[in-house]
């Protein structure tokens, strides 16, 4: 028997409880794992409170993160004592996920944990930092230097923001950090911003080219914020876009593309292929500031879980929740 958040739709509202489910209820997969530690992010906040439908079918366990170690394994890649991670492939969506005591998946998604990091860490950083380092690499592969100009990030108090501040001041960028709470300020200035920027300037509509403010932008909010973050990006910069916090839209023009330049990029961290994971993960493993994740992060237990995810919606969580699925 293990426990796991559990979500059920016996109407037209998500209900979310603590269930305690036999091993037999796992769905089918190669390798089943012993999760120590998942982790909450803006997708596991919609499914559980049902803000969103981003749950495929119900019953479900939510949960797009977990570390835990390999219990059984028909796939030959793993092996019973293994350490491993897996992030998105739509587990917590369409498959069940990583907040409960146990899971099961294909061996495709699974990848090695670094050992640089303990489950706890890894759930740290989860899908919300490995997005904050392929929108980092995908800015230095457009060719993005600290020697250009700020790069901007958006929703900076958030995960994804969090982690992006972090691995860009590390590699010597001047970060601009857009929030709306300016009560964060002290806290996103430890970890390397050098400047605040008022989210009100980006949320509303903006001109179709404004002053060249950033040489390049990560981009969590969408909508009206994307539009203004690219309206602002100089001359042949990149904006690297991997959120939707303020919506799916994008109310632009293409002036920014074909009068600057501008490269908008998007990242995917769902379906991203293995070889890049393994170096976004490698990389975070090479970079990271360990003092610095503890400073972004706050452990709760699983049945804290459902409250928190709330409270992650209304934009009142800062930096990273770890899961301990055993508390």
């Known amino acids: 028997m293990f426990k796991a958040v559990y979500l059920e739709k016996p109407a037209d509202r998500v209900e979310a409880r603590i269930a305690e489910l036999d091993d037999a209820a ?52 793993w092996q019973p004592g293994d350490v491993v991670i897996l992030n998105g492939w739509g587990v917590g969506e369409a498959y069940w996920g990583g907040l409960a005591q146990k899971a099961r998946v294909r061996g495709d998604w699974l990848i090695a944990l670094p050992a640089a990091f303990g489950t706890a860490q890894a759930m740290a950083i989860g899908t919300a930092g490995y997005t904050a380092m392929l929108c980092v690499q995908a800015l230095e592969r457009a060719g993005v230097t600290p020697a250009q100009g700020d790069v901007l990030v958006t929703g900076a108090a958030g995960g994804v923001g969090s982690v992006a501040i972090a691995l860009l001041a590390r590699r010597g960028y001047r970060v601009l950090a857009a929030t709306g709470r300016t009560a964060e300020a002290d806290y996103l200035q430890a970890l390397g911003a050098a400047e605040i920027v008022d989210r009100a300037e980006l949320a509303v509509a903006g001109k179709p080219l404004m002053k060249e403010r950033w040489a390049g932008a990560v981009d969590t909010v969408g909508s009206h914020t994307l539009a203004n973050v690219c309206a602002g990006t100089r001359y042949g910069g990149t904006v690297a876009a991997c959120g939707l916090a303020g919506g799916m839209d994008f109310p632009a023009t293409v002036a920014p593309f074909i009068l600057r330049g501008v490269t908008l990029a ?43 995810a709330a409270e992650l919606l209304a934009g009142r969580v800062r930096g990273r929740l770890v899961v301990d699925v055993d508390r």
């Open 266 to 308: 998007g990242i995917d961290s769902v379906m991203a292929p293995r070889p890049r994971r393994e170096a976004a993960w490698a990389a975070l493993a090479a970079e990271l500031d360990l003092e610095r994740l503890a400073a972004m992060t706050r452990e709760i237990g699983l049945a804290e879980a459902i409250p928190a």
């Open 26 to 77: 796992l769905p089918e997969g190669e390798v089943t794992v012993r999760v120590a530690h998942s982790t909450l992010n803006y997708k596991d906040g919609l499914a559980i409170t049902g803000k969103a439908p981003v749950v495929r079918r119900y019953p479900m366990v939510p949960g797009i993160d977990f570390a835990g170690t390999v219990e059984a394994s028909s796939d030959p890649r």
